[in-house]
């Protein structure tokens, strides 16, 4: 049951976080999309790895939604999860090599 102010959003805060997206993949698939709440973007959610892969992948190519910025902005500031374009390329550019570092770090198992 979607509602028409609340799209299929109201069904997810009635449950635990997760549980919808559960029922919904099970029932329809691993990539779908639900209708937002007050009249914004319908909400494409992804659960395949290889669909994710590639959208993280060739993000320049898919549109984020006004509504998204703004939530982000708010939540992140206006940081790499909250650029887009040029301000986003650079920003990566200036991260780059923190996690070529991280990566070539030699993985320990800890102790605790």
Same mark, same amino acid.
């Given at each position: 049951q979607t509602s028409w102010i609340w799209g299929h959003? #109201? $069904?997810?805060? $009635?449950?635990?976080?997760? /549980?919808?997206?559960?029922?919904? *993949? *099970?029932? !329809?698939? #691993? !990539?779908y999309r639900t209708k937002a709440a007050l009249f914004q973007s319908d909400i494409i959610i992804v659960g395949d790895n290889v669909a994710a @892969?590639?959208?993280? $992948?060739? &993000?320049y190519s898919y549109v /984020? +939604?006004?509504?998204?910025w703004r939530v982000i902005t708010? #939540?992140?500031? /206006?940081?790499? &999860?909250g650029a887009e374009g040029k301000d @986003?390329?650079?920003q990566r550019k200036l #991260? *780059? +090599? *923190?996690?070529t570092y991280v990566r070539s770090l030699p993985?320990? $198992?800890?102790?605790?």
């Amino acid at each position: 049951q979607t509602s028409w102010i609340w799209g299929h959003e #109201l $069904q997810n805060f $009635q449950h635990e976080a997760y /549980k919808m997206y559960i029922e919904w *993949a *099970a029932s !329809v698939g #691993l !990539v779908y999309r639900t209708k937002a709440a007050l009249f914004q973007s319908d909400i494409i959610i992804v659960g395949d790895n290889v669909a994710a @892969h590639h959208i993280l $992948q060739n &993000a320049y190519s898919y549109v /984020k +939604p006004t509504g998204y910025w703004r939530v982000i902005t708010r #939540l992140v500031g /206006k940081g790499i &999860a909250g650029a887009e374009g040029k301000d @986003h390329r650079y920003q990566r550019k200036l #991260l *780059a +090599p *923190a996690f070529t570092y991280v990566r070539s770090l030699p993985m320990h $198992q800890s102790s605790c």
